[in-house]
């Protein structure tokens, strides 16, 4: 069935280094989404990407889309330690808009002040 | 406006009991999803509910069930727990299918242990 992978499962930095999370789906995605979750919390909804190739920024935060719409990435400049959580990216099942969002297995960022 | 929100945010049970738990979602939302969280297991779909129907399910036993009223509230039922069971339980909220581009609302979710 589809899936949708990321990459890496866990990552640990020093506050100020920067970070990227991969997420590869196997087949074309319509939108991807990306959520974040604090230790002990639940997943809140970061950012949308549709369109091929799309970069879209959050302050430090930069998404990106692919041109085949099958991956996407998650880029953190100098990394605070309020960044530290899991990373989930997200994407509709085959058959879009009656099929269900997949979440990748997420990158759980830990950052040393 | 206010969250999705679930009750109860704890519940410890027995190993063979069975449990119910609910989510109100956000007004307006007709989509509610249920998300399995265990540690290093990332979120394990449950079942989707829209318009009091079933629309999508996960790859779980038939002792997980669900069901969604009118108002579009939500209830999970789990039963005969197994120790495995124990995990975060999520829903979540959405303007419409959780496959189309609307963003879901998580709520706080429900922590089961059964011991």
């Known amino acids: 069935g589809q899936q949708v992978m990321q990459i890496p499962q866990y990552q640990h930095v020093q506050e100020g280094e920067d970070f990227t999370t991969y997420c590869n789906s196997s087949t074309t995605l319509s939108n991807i989404q990306w959520y974040k979750q604090r230790p002990g919390g639940h997943p809140v909804f970061l950012i949308q990407?549709?369109?091929?190739?799309e970069v879209k920024k959050q302050k430090r935060l930069t998404f990106q889309f692919g041109e085949a719409k099958k991956n996407s990435s998650l880029h953190i400049t100098a990394t605070q330690t309020t960044d530290v959580g899991t990373y989930f990216c997200?994407?509709?099942?085959?058959?879009?808009?009656?099929?269900?969002?997949?979440f990748g297995q997420g990158t759980t960022l830990q950052v040393k002040p | 406006k206010a969250g999705v929100t679930q009750t109860p945010r704890y519940l410890i049970k027995t190993r063979g009991q069975q449990v119910t738990l609910s989510c109100s979602p956000i007004?307006?939302?007709?989509?509610v999803s249920w998300y399995q969280q265990t540690p290093g297991q990332g979120l394990q779909f449950l079942f989707e509910?829209?318009?009091?129907?079933?629309?999508n399910k996960g790859n779980f036993p038939g002792r997980f069930s669900g069901r969604q009223f009118s108002n579009s509230r939500s209830e999970m039922n789990v039963s005969t727990l197994e120790l495995g069971d124990s995990a975060l339980y999520l829903c979540?909220?959405?303007?419409?299918?959780?496959?189309?581009?609307?963003?879901?609302?998580f709520g706080p979710g429900t922590r089961l242990t059964v011991t």
């Open positions: 979540a909220s959405s303007l419409a299918l959780s496959g189309s581009s609307y963003e879901q609302y």
């Open positions: 509910y829209f318009s009091e129907t079933q629309r």
């Open positions: 990407l549709v369109k091929s190739g």
């Open positions: 007004s307006g939302h007709r989509s």
């Open positions: 997200a994407g509709p099942g085959a058959t879009s808009n009656t099929g269900k969002l997949i």
